[in-house]
């Protein structure tokens, strides 16, 4: 049958569609993030959040007014709790989240509605299993490509560290779209309805594609923006390790021309008579042989440079730091990127052992060495701190944290660059970095 002109009451959007636009918006957002718990929990907690969901649209639908207000937003908070109870976020992070599947979910439902009374009055396609095709059909694509939009840009292993502010703004995105785009069927008289029903239709699609396109544009301009800044933060950090290495190279300069003038403090201690003044000149030298003992010979010359300076600083704060390293393994590194790894881990070790009120428990031990074409550098220090992790690193316990942990973050991003990988661990008060990268 072709399509013709035939005036037609259109009802509204099943409650069952509703809820599944909203259910799979809100997975959308879940598999960006990462997970709370392992997959099988979460399928349990995603398959009994969609028949709940219809059951509560269901029941409160032919409402009008303040109640029907009242209803939305109660399914929204339904929506916000089941993102932050499947995705491992802050609150934040969650509130925007479900504010941008709500929107993803107003486009979807409205699309598909719109199509499907147009297919089934309009062109008399009623068949049920045409109507199912749609459903999948249009459900699928929508979602399918905002997933993968968003894939391009997000990443799971660090949080959106979404502000109140931001929150706002999403909120007032969110809410501008729905009352646009609802107010139509909701109150017949307003500027935003029109005289048929079909026209009412098309403004509620087009205004919730207007708005998902605006949405959509500020959170990959936002993400972009993010990782720039994470990106800046950590050249930063990688800046100021090299430049530190520097610093140690004229640093052990010195310490060679202290030891070649022990000589001639030899041959000044041979002639002189006083006992006195031999005692100083014998302290002193004791100082200038441990510094000098405090140099590392491993086979590069850059890893030999860190590891002297950090090796001076332990000594400065009585922490005891055993090495056993095959710095040849790390020729085909940059000097930067080995400043990144062995820098920012060692401050790391050093910080915490600084904390220990007990001096003889502030240990770190340093290797690296090769196992089945891996490189593996391992760092270790004692720690009696209870940690929490996110995103499998630790959470700083300094205050201001978006200035902190750009230290750990720094170590892996460089790491990732050879195709490797960490891993981190809190085990019998034993703190562990653990690099592993292809040869």
Wanted: aromatic share 12%; with cysteine; charged share 20%.
């Amino acid at each position: 049958m072709g399509c013709g002109g035939i005036e037609q009451t259109l009802p509204d959007i099943p409650r069952i569609y509703t809820a599944l636009a909203e259910w799979l918006a809100c997975m959308v957002c879940i598999l960006e993030m990462h997970p709370r718990f392992d997959k099988w929990k979460i399928c349990g907690i995603l398959a009994l959040a969609l028949p709940v969901q219809a059951v509560f649209l269901e029941l409160t639908k032919g409402r009008n007014g303040f109640l029907w207000f009242l209803f939305m937003a109660m399914a929204v908070l339904f929506m916000y709790l089941l993102i932050y109870g499947c995705a491992d976020s802050h609150e934040l992070d969650a509130a925007y989240h479900c504010i941008r599947a709500f929107v993803m979910a107003e486009f979807a439902a409205s699309l598909e509605w719109q199509l499907q009374c147009y297919f089934y009055y309009y062109c008399g396609f009623q068949a049920t299993w045409l109507t199912l095709l749609l459903l999948i059909g249009i459900y699928g694509s929508v979602y399918l490509i905002l997933w993968k939009l968003s894939r391009q840009v997000a990443s799971k292993e660090d949080d959106l560290d979404i502000t109140g502010r931001e929150v706002v703004f999403a909120a007032v995105i969110g809410i501008s779209v729905f009352l646009c785009s609802n107010l139509g069927f909701v109150y017949t008289n307003t500027p935003f309805g029109g005289r048929y029903q079909e026209d009412v239709f098309n403004v509620r699609t087009l205004v919730d594609l207007g708005g998902l396109a605006i949405f959509y544009a500020y959170h990959i301009q936002r993400l972009h923006l993010r990782s720039q800044q994470d990106l800046a933060r950590m050249e930063m950090i990688l800046h100021n390790q090299y430049m530190q290495y520097q610093q140690s190279q004229e640093t052990l300069e010195l310490i060679h021309l202290k030891y070649h003038d022990l000589k001639h403090h030899i041959l000044v201690l041979r002639a002189e008579e006083s006992a006195e003044k031999r005692s100083e000149y014998l302290d002193q030298m004791e100082a200038d042989i441990k510094s000098y003992g405090a140099q590392r010979h491993t086979g590069n010359p850059v890893l030999d440079t860190l590891l002297t300076s950090k090796s001076l600083n332990c000594m400065k704060h009585g922490i005891e730091m055993t090495i056993v390293a095959d710095g040849a393994l790390l020729d085909f590194m940059d000097v930067m990127d080995i400043c990144s790894i062995f820098g920012n881990a060692l401050d790391n070790a050093i910080e915490c052992e600084k904390q220990l009120q007990e001096q003889e428990k502030r240990m770190i031990h340093v290797s690296v060495f090769s196992q089945r074409d891996f490189l593996i550098i391992r760092i270790e220090n004692y720690c009696e701190q209870q940690l929490r992790f996110e995103k499998e690193l630790p959470v700083t316990t300094k205050a201001q944290r978006e200035f902190h942990g750009y230290g750990l973050k720094s170590v892996r991003y460089t790491v990732h660059k050879y195709g490797g990988e960490v891993d981190i661990s809190l085990k019998d008060c034993w703190f562990s970095l653990k690099v592993l990268i292809p040869l």
